[in-house]
C-alpha cells in the first residue's frame, strides 16, 4: 500500500460554532485514524525527531506501540520522559521542534508526532490510571521550587521519581502557571486536562502551597536556611506585561493580554455571571502583535462578544510568530488580520474611553539582528480604526520580586536570571532557575526542557553536595 504523504486531519469543531464558545476546538483522533498516522512513520534507524524535542521523549518508540495498537505502552514510553504529555500534545510547537526534523516532511507532511502524543495521553487520562505514590526515605532531601508553571512542574516530577520531597510554592490561588492563567480553555481545557496532570503529580507526593509569593513569604535565602530545603527551583515565568509606551495606553478599555486572559482563564470571567470577574469586551477589538498570546486574545474577544476583532502586526504574515494552527484558527473563525500596520496612538473620548487605534502602513526593510526584515514606516500613511477595546500582546518580561530579595543571585540586564543552559545552576550554590524567567517569554515545552535538565543538575548537586 502507497505510503501517505499528509498528515490524518484533526477533527475539530465548525469554525462559525466554536467562535461562540469555549469548548476545545481540536477534538482529537479516533483509534483507528491514531493507528494509520502512526503506520506513516518510517522507524528510521537514526531518528532525528528526538533532536527536535526539548524534553528528549523516545519518539519512536512511542509511535511503534501505536501501530500495533499497544497504546498503554505507548503511554508508558511517553512519561518515561514528559510529565505532561495531554498538555504538550495540545500547545507545543511540534512544526518548530520534532516534525521539523521528520524525514517524511522532505517530501511531504511529517508525521503527527504531537496529535499521537494528545492521543496516547488523553486515552490514558480517561482510563483514570492509578498513580503509585513515591515512598520516601527517611532522610529524604527537601526541594524547594518556585512557581508551578510548566517548568515547575516537570522539575517537581523529576525530582519527586529521584526520591526527593518536594514542595512548590505558588503565588496565585491555582496550580499551573501559564496553562491556567494564559492559555485559553478552547486550547487547554483546564478541569478535563491541566488539573488531572497537576493532580497526578501531589499523587506521586509533590506538596503545592498556594498564595505563597516567595520574596514576601520567604525569601530564597530563608527557604534554604531557615526551611530545610537543600536546593532551590526558580521557575517564576515571564509574567510582567510590556506595553508600546505610545499616548492612550492609560484609557479604559486598553488591556495587557496578560490581565485579559488571566481574567478569563484562571479567574473565570467567561463564565459571568457564575463566577463574579467583570470583563468589559467592546464591539470593535483591536489586539496589537502576532505571537500565539495576541492570537489567544483575539480569538477570546471574539467568544466573548465582539462583533470585529482585528490583530495589529507591524511585519508581513511570513514574519508572524505564532504557531501556523493558531493563525489558520483565527483566520477560519473571522479574525481580521492588519498586516504591516503599526500602532501609533490610542484615540478616546471625552470620558477618558477607547475610540480609535491610530496605526501607520509599513513596509519591509533589510534583516534585523533577529534575521527578520525591519519594518519601516510609510511616511504619511497613518488612518484610524474605529475600535472600543485595545488589547496589548506585544512580549512580556520577569516579575523582579524573587531576583531584588535575593541579591547575591546575578541577572542579566532585562532582569532575567543568568542560569547555565545545560544545568540551570545560578551564580547561587544550591540555587538553580529555568524556564522564561532564564529565557524570557518562550513555550512551554522549551520550559519543560529547562525543568527537566535543573532536575538532573539538582539530583547531582545533592549527591555530592
Do not use: W
Amino acid at each position: 500500500m502507497a505510503l501517505q504523504m499528509t498528515k490524518h486531519a484533526m477533527p475539530e469543531q465548525d469554525a462559525q460554532v466554536r467562535a461562540h464558545n469555549f469548548d476545545e476546538v481540536a477534538l482529537g483522533y479516533d483509534e483507528e485514524t491514531a493507528i494509520a498516522e502512526a503506520n506513516r512513520c518510517l522507524s528510521c534507524p537514526n531518528p532525528r525527531c528526538v533532536q527536535g524535542c526539548p524534553v528528549q521523549i523516545d519518539i519512536p518508540g512511542f509511535i511503534s506501540k501505536m501501530k500495533t495498537g499497544d497504546f498503554d505502552g505507548a503511554i508508558g514510553v511517553i512519561n518515561e520522559s514528559n510529565a505532561l504529555p495531554a498538555i504538550c500534545g495540545r500547545v507545543c510547537p511540534q512544526e518548530n521542534q520534532c516534525e521539523m526534523h521528520c524525514v517524511l516532511g522532505i517530501k511531504g507532511e511529517p508525521v503527527a508526532i504531537g496529535r499521537l502524543e494528545r492521543f496516547a495521553a488523553d486515552r490514558a487520562l480517561a482510563a483514570k490510571n492509578e498513580v503509585k505514590p513515591i515512598t520516601y526515605a527517611a532522610d529524604a532531601k527537601k526541594v524547594a521550587i518556585i512557581g508551578s508553571g510548566p517548568a515547575g512542574l516537570s522539575a517537581a516530577g523529576e525530582l519527586a521519581k529521584m526520591g526527593y520531597k518536594v514542595t512548590i510554592f505558588e503565588a496565585l490561588h491555582k496550580a499551573g502557571g501559564v496553562l491556567s492563567y494564559g492559555i485559553p480553555e478552547f486550547r487547554l481545557p483546564k478541569e478535563k486536562v491541566v488539573k488531572v496532570e497537576i493532580d497526578n503529580l501531589k499523587k506521586l507526593g509533590v506538596e503545592i502551597e498556594f498564595n505563597s509569593v516567595i520574596g514576601k513569604l520567604y525569601t530564597v535565602d530563608e527557604l534554604m536556611e531557615e526551611e530545610g530545603f537543600s536546593a532551590v527551583f526558580i521557575a517564576t515565568g515571564a509574567g510582567l506585561p510590556s506595553f508600546m509606551h505610545i499616548a492612550g495606553e492609560n484609557l479604559n478599555g486598553v488591556y495587557s493580554a496578560n490581565e485579559f486572559l488571566t481574567r478569563c482563564n484562571l479567574m473565570k470571567a467567561y463564565k459571568f455571571p457564575e463566577y463574579h470577574t467583570p470583563l468589559k469586551v467592546g464591539k470593535n477589538v483591536a489586539v496589537i502583535g502576532g505571537g500565539n498570546v495576541a492570537m489567544d486574545a483575539a480569538r477570546t474577544s471574539l467568544r466573548l462578544g465582539a462583533e470585529h476583532v482585528y490583530i495589529v502586526y507591524r511585519r508581513s504574515e511570513k514574519e508572524l510568530p505564532a504557531r501556523l494552527e493558531e493563525v489558520h484558527h483565527a483566520k477560519a473563525e473571522g479574525i481580521d488580520f492588519k498586516l504591516l500596520n503599526n500602532p501609533v496612538e490610542i484615540l478616546g473620548d471625552d470620558n477618558g474611553n477607547v475610540e480609535k487605534l491610530r496605526c501607520i502602513k509599513m513596509e519591509l526593510g533589510e534583516p534585523d539582528d533577529s534575521g527578520r526584515r525591519r519594518p519601516v514606516a510609510v511616511a504619511g500613511s497613518e488612518f484610524n480604526l474605529d475600535v472600543d477595546t485595545v488589547i496589548v500582546a506585544i512580549g512580556q518580561g520577569p516579575n523582579p520580586l524573587v531576583q531584588s530579595t535575593t541579591p547575591d543571585m546575578q541577572t542579566n540586564k532585562r532582569g532575567n536570571i543568568v542560569a547555565d543552559e545545560e544545568t540551570g545552576a545560578t551564580s547561587k550554590p544550591g540555587v538553580f532557575a529555568g524556564g522564561d524567567i532564564v529565557t524570557g517569554a518562550a513555550t512551554v515545552i522549551l520550559a519543560m526542557g529547562a525543568g527537566k535538565k535543573a532536575a538532573a543538575a539538582i539530583d547531582e548537586y545533592l549527591k555530592n553536595k
